[in-house]
Each structure stands twice: as structure tokens, then as C-alpha cells.
């Protein structure tokens, strides 16, 4: 697995690379002629061609007809973040996969939108995880695709006997919205734990940090949200849970602990 410290320094060099050189890198795609000519007129189409593959570039993608995807993002990023990732890759090895389910070009260019929005959070995960964890020197801590999928819970961290469940999301309408109907059940039954919410201001700088466009938790943040855990009582899950939607997504805007 490569670190998220690595992809930090590599980070630098993705902003010096338009995402058409960054597709020349990829070698096993280029092995592929059908994958690589389909990435390059995705490329095109979502105006990313002769883009750096700068955190700018993945800000405001269109939304091209998109309805219900058919690729698991968080898979697709784990299994490439074990050897080789940039943003080039991580396109092109969604479009290999909608060619494997038979897609649309259309299509496809609508789930690559989709895709790119989510890698940032990706991106932002692992980061926390690194930083989470220090605070954290003799626990089990694990972030990936089966607890995201399986059990709702972007980091899981496991503290003698406690077991605490990160939720990571952007606080802003469409993010609160997700989190919302995730803390409801309505996407699978919330597991026990100490749930700890983590929502962020992307365009606040006392709770992020900027790498070459990419934002990330701060140190100041996750700080706070260590001391959170030490000092606050948490709210019980049910209690919050019968919140009607507006007052719960207010409720999520801030950073919290809820026991299950």
C-alpha cells in the first residue's frame, strides 16, 4: 500500500502533468488500445485533456446524465493506491471497468465524473487516517473498502474496548444530504460504536490544509477532534435519530461523538 506521505510528495509532481502526459504513464493501460483511446476522448469531453492534474481540476466536473453508477469507486481506489496511483490512473482504470460492464461512452464519461468528484474524499480519508492515528499509538486503526461498503465507516479505530467509527463528509448541502440518510439506516443499518462525526469546510483554513489544490484535515482539526473524543459525553444514536431532516442536517454541520 503506498502511503499517503508518499502520495503528498507526489502531488507536486501531478501538478506539473496535464492529464493527457499523466495517461502516458500508465503503462498497463497503454498495453490496452480500447482503453486508452476511450480515456482520452473521456478526457476530452470532460474538458480534463490539457487540464494539471492539480486538486483545482477535480473542483466543479459537470454532471453529465448521471443516474445510478454501476462501479464501485472505493474499490477501484483502494486496488490501484496498492502500487500506482494519480488521478490519470485512477479515470483510466474506471473507464477499463466500464468496458468490462459493457457501458455507454456515454456513460462512461458520466461515471468518470462521478468518480473524480469522490477522489478527493478518497485522498482526504487516507490523509486523516495518518494523522488520526498518532493520537492513537497502540490501536487497531483501519480505513478501506470493506468497512466503507460493509459498515458504513470511513475509519475504524479499535481502543481497548472502545470502537470508534469516523464519518468523514464535506459540510455543505449535498454532503450533509448523504450523511443524513446514511445516520437514518436508510443505506444500511449503522453498526455500534462510538460514531464520530468529522464534517469539513472545504473553504475554511482553520480546518484544512492545501497541498497543490488538494485539501486535507488540518492539524488544528484533528486535534480538536481527539480532544473531542477525551472530554465530551456523546449523544445517544436513537435520541438524534428522530430528528426531522433539517434539524439533523444541522446537527451534522458540527463535529460530534454518537454512541449505538
Known amino acids: 500500500m503506498i502511503k499517503i506521505s508518499e502520495i503528498r510528495k507526489y502531488m507536486g509532481i501531478w501538478s506539473q502533468q496535464t492529464y493527457s502526459t499523466g495517461l502516458t504513464y500508465c503503462y498497463s493501460i497503454k498495453k490496452d488500445k480500447s482503453v486508452y483511446d476511450l480515456t482520452i476522448e473521456v478526457l476530452k469531453k470532460q474538458k480534463l485533456d490539457e487540464k494539471k492534474m492539480d486538486g483545482f481540476s477535480v473542483q466543479k466536473i459537470p454532471y453529465i446524465n448521471e443516474g445510478k453508477t454501476e462501479v464501485i469507486f472505493t474499490d477501484i481506489f483502494w486496488k490501484i493506491a496498492e502500487e500506482y496511483i494519480t488521478p490519470a490512473y485512477y479515470i483510466a482504470t474506471i473507464v477499463k471497468e466500464c468496458i468490462n460492464k459493457g457501458l455507454t461512452e456515454e456513460k462512461v464519461t458520466s461515471t468518470v465524473g462521478r468518480g473524480l468528484r469522490a477522489f478527493p474524499s478518497f485522498l482526504r480519508e487516507m490523509d486523516l487516517t495518518c494523522k488520526i492515528a498518532q493520537f492513537f499509538p497502540e490501536a487497531e486503526i483501519r480505513n478501506g473498502p470493506e468497512q466503507d461498503i460493509g459498515e ?53 483554513q482553520t480546518e484544512t490544509e492545501e497541498i497543490n489544490g488538494w485539501i486535507f484535515y488540518s492539524e488544528r482539526y484533528v486535534r480538536y477532534l481527539f480532544e473531542m473524543l477525551s472530554i465530551e459525553k456523546p449523544d445517544d444514536y436513537f435520541m438524534v435519530r428522530r430528528l426531522g431532516e433539517y434539524a439533523l ?12
Request: hydrophobic residues 30%; aromatic residues 14%; proline residues 3%.
Open 152 to 204: 458504513h465507516t470511513d475509519i475504524f479505530i479499535k481502543c481497548k474496548e472502545n470502537i470508534y467509527r469516523l464519518w468523514s463528509y464535506q459540510n455543505f448541502e449535498r454532503g450533509l444530504d448523504n450523511t443524513a440518510q446514511r445516520f437514518y439506516g436508510k443505506r444500511g443499518e449503522v453498526p455500534k460504536g462510538y460514531h464520530v462525526l468529522c464534517p469539513i469546510d472545504i473553504g475554511s
Open 249 to 260: 442536517k444541522m446537527y451534522l454541520s458540527k463535529a460530534k461523538i454518537v454512541k449505538k
